[in-house]
């Protein structure tokens, strides 16, 4: 069984977010490895565990993305794929292409993805790249067991749970709960650094750069919200009093009752 | 005439909410997009493959500038398949959209809500998902006739074997309009129950912070913020949470918000419109109370 998990290198979330022109305003920034792709990783290493094969962690992204692949291989990946590139100015559909064309590279029998990338928060990537491969997708993915030749999904809808049964090679993107990701064990990080990575860039997969970057959804403005400044504080040390207030809030300004 | 096609969702026969409000926001652009606006849905158990391949047909057939998807979990499945299956990008969770010298204008909360990105949809069509709750329904222009897409008897690679449905009462944080949400101030799992009468008594869904989610107390499918779901509703009420910045960053595009907390310091009366500094176990009830009375008055 081998898999390939496609990471992306976001902004911390407990960052503040300034912005520069178009984009992120990069200096003093931490990046991690997306939150949901944490669980896309440690579901595959479980399988790795279990059945033997490789898990190959692919990005798409600059220089600094080498470091979210260092992280995902000390934590039990065994190959690394870096497209270099930058990410930031090609639309969900250009990475697809860029992903889709790497993990052809490579033997595979799951593909696996965070639900989305936290901060772009598009979700658009792993479906996509499921139909530039043909292959059946399964999203926001709760619980995965592997059978024989196929998988069983919980997939996570609206308040509800679809069970779904697949075939692969398959796309899965991850949801919390999935799993609990491990950390890196002070071995992984040592036995991280001799794993070679594989570093490409996007002509190296036959691709060219005018159908990747600055098509077909392009930026126009990258803005931040007014600052709010808080309402009306009142003081709850006499609960019923509290409630009728609430209550009056409710009914005449949010007219929600 | 090329106009607009929206992807819509039934259930029981009737148009979702999140349907309508796309309806409605394609009603308003179709004045300076020109052509029809046309409602087409697939009255069948859902199915990527299937309703992909339905839907592809009818683009084809139709050719329209825009196509419009609710920003739902099926609509956002479908959207960047059929998307990547015409070559066309798409633009997520959209909470504005505008038609601009012959081109799709759409505002997305990126980041969770800390930044706002303006993105143009050179494709065509152009492609959005709508966000719940983002675009408001326009009785009427929400209410056209819907053509059903004819399922494909294809075989298909992924297929759903059972679907569990939610308890009665539970409504999805993602499209209420009303939610009614509890942090680590609650001090065990059992007091989620403060929050579920109120809830229900509301009319509302139950959110959490991600403190309470990963302590166990309650399913993720509850969790509001950064790493859980970014909502919009028009009445947001969190009643023990702080207001971590992933948190803020997840609710703070509500229309209405009430923080109730023991804390005056605490982050969360920063975007509170009503902010109640007092003890929940106390004031819940007591608003839960008021609720049904007001609601009995009826």
């Not at chain 1, 993305?65 to 291989?73: N, W």
């Not at chain 1, 126009?220 to 808080?230: A, H, I, N, R, T």
């Not at chain 2, 592809?56 to 139709?62: H, I, L, S, T």
Request: net charge neutral; with cysteine; glycine share 10%.
């Amino acid at each position: 069984m081998n898999s390939v998990v496609c990471i992306s290198h976001v902004p911390d979330t407990e960052a503040r977010i300034k912005v520069a022109g178009k984009g992120v305003d990069e200096t003093g920034l931490k990046f991690i490895v997306s939150p949901y792709d944490e669980y896309a990783l440690e579901e595959a290493i479980r399988i790795k565990d279990a059945k033997g094969g490789d898990v190959t962690v692919l990005t798409f992204g600059p220089d600094r993305a080498a470091q979210a692949l260092r992280e995902c291989l000390a934590r039990g990946a065994t190959k690394a794929i870096h497209i270099k590139g930058d990410a930031s100015t090609a639309d969900a559909l250009g990475i697809a292409k860029v992903l889709a064309a790497a993990i052809k590279t490579v033997p595979h029998d799951l593909v696996f993805f965070g639900k989305q990338g936290v901060g772009t928060d598009n979700g658009l990537v792993g479906p996509m790249v499921a139909e530039l491969l043909g292959y059946p997708q399964v999203n926001v993915v709760t619980k995965l067991e592997v059978g024989e030749g196929k998988i069983t999904v919980h997939r996570e809808i609206e308040a509800a749970e679809e069970i779904i049964e697949s075939s692969m090679p398959a796309v899965i993107t991850a949801q919390k709960g999935l799993n609990e990701p491990r950390y890196a064990s002070l071995k992984g990080i040592m036995a991280a650094k001799k794993v070679p990575i594989d570093t490409k860039s996007v002509a190296d997969l036959g691709l060219q750069d005018a159908d990747i970057f600055h098509q077909r959804v392009v930026m126009v403005s990258l803005e931040l919200p007014p600052e709010k400044s808080g309402g009306r504080k009142i003081d709850g040390s006499d609960p019923v009093a509290a409630a009728k207030e609430i209550l009056k809030y409710i009914r005449e300004e949010a007219k929600a009752l | 005439m090329p106009g607009i096609l929206v992807y819509c969702e039934l259930k029981d026969g009737k148009l979702k909410k999140t349907s309508r409000e796309a309806l409605s926001i394609a009603r308003k652009l179709a004045g300076s997009v020109g052509g029809d606006v046309v409602a087409v849905a697939v009255d069948a158990a859902y199915s990527t493959e299937k309703n992909a391949a339905a839907l592809e047909a009818k683009v084809k057939e139709v050719q329209p500038a825009v196509l419009l998807f609710p920003g739902t979990s099926n609509g956002r499945d479908l959207a960047p398949r059929i998307a990547a299956r015409l070559g066309v990008g798409v633009a997520s969770d959209v909470d504005r959209l505008a038609w601009t010298d012959g081109k799709l204008r759409a505002r997305r909360p990126v980041y969770s809500g800390k930044a706002f990105a303006t993105v143009e949809i050179t494709g065509t069509p152009a492609i959005a998902t709508c966000r719940p709750n983002a675009f408001p329904v326009e009785e009427g222009a929400a209410d056209p006739r819907v053509v059903n897409l004819p399922v494909p008897a294809i075989e298909t690679k992924a297929k759903t074997i059972e679907t569990k449905t939610p308890e009665a009462g539970e409504i999805s944080i993602a499209e209420a309009d009303i939610i009614v949400s509890g942090g680590r101030g609650l001090k065990e799992a059992a007091n989620y129950s403060y929050i579920r009468d109120l809830a229900h008594a509301i009319g509302g869904a139950v959110g959490a912070s991600r403190a309470t989610v990963d302590a166990g107390w309650i399913d993720h499918q509850h969790q509001v913020g950064q790493t859980g779901r970014v909502v919009s509703p028009s009445l947001y009420i969190a009643a023990g949470i702080s207001g971590a910045i992933q948190h803020l960053a997840g609710m703070s595009s509500s229309k209405h918000i009430i923080a109730i907390n023991k804390d005056p310091e605490a982050a969360i009366f920063r975007v509170a419109d009503l902010g109640v500094v007092g003890d929940l176990f106390q004031i819940l009830p007591a608003l839960t109370e008021e609720v049904k009375k007001a609601k009995g008055a009826h």
